[in-house]
C-alpha cells in the first residue's frame, strides 16, 4: 500500500519500486538499443534531420521511439537493424578510426552521402541500411509534435493539393 505521507524518495519507497531512484525511473529506458547504438542512432537521425529553426530528429527524440519501436516488434526487423549499425561501426573504424558517433559531422555527412549515392558492392550492406534509417527517421519525425509544426509551418496545404478528380473532390 502506498502512504501518501510518505516521500517519495523514502527507503520504504525505493524498496516499492526495486530499489530505483526517482532519477532513475525518469530517464528513458533502451529496449533494443545499448547506450553507444542509442548514442548512433541519435547521430543518424541528426544528420538526416538536422534542427534548423525548428527541433531536428534527435530534439524530437526519433532515437528513443526507434528504440521502443524495434524492441517491441519482430526479432528479424531488430537484428536487422542492429546489423546495419555494426556495419556503419565497423566501415567508420577500418576507415577512420572510429565509431560513427564520434567523428565530425562533415565526416559523417561524407559517409552518409557516400551510402546515399549510386549502388556499389563494396557498400550494398551499409545502402541498404542507410536507406533503412531515412525511412525510420522521417516517418517517427512527422509523426512526432515537432515533425508536425515542420509540415504545417508553410500554413495549409494549397486547394490543389491531391486527387484532383471530380469524385474525389
Not at 530505483?20 to 528513458?28: N, V, W
Amino acid at each position: 500500500m502506498i502512504n501518501c505521507n510518505e516521500p517519495a524518495g523514502s527507503v520504504e519507497a525505493r524498496r516499492r519500486r526495486g530499489g530505483r531512484s526517482l532519477a532513475a525511473e525518469a530517464q528513458p529506458v533502451r529496449r533494443a538499443f545499448d547506450a553507444h547504438q542509442l548514442a548512433t542512432v541519435a547521430a543518424l537521425a541528426t544528420a538526416i534531420i538536422p534542427r534548423t529553426d525548428t527541433p531536428g530528429a534527435a530534439d524530437a527524440k526519433v532515437h528513443v521511439y526507434l528504440d521502443k519501436i524495434l524492441a517491441a516488434g519482430p526479432q528479424r526487423a531488430r537484428q536487422s537493424f542492429l546489423d546495419g549499425l555494426l556495419w556503419l561501426d565497423t566501415y567508420c573504424r577500418s576507415a577512420f578510426q572510429q565509431p560513427f558517433r564520434e567523428l565530425p559531422e562533415a565526416r559523417q555527412v561524407e559517409i552518409l552521402n557516400r551510402l546515399n549515392g549510386k549502388p556499389d558492392a563494396a557498400l550494398k550492406v551499409g545502402q541498404s541500411f542507410f536507406r533503412s534509417v531515412k525511412q525510420w527517421t522521417s516517418r517517427i519525425y512527422f509523426s512526432t509534435e515537432a515533425g508536425f509544426q515542420e509540415l504545417k509551418k508553410s500554413g495549409p496545404p494549397p486547394p490543389s493539393y491531391g486527387c484532383t478528380h471530380e469524385a474525389h473532390k
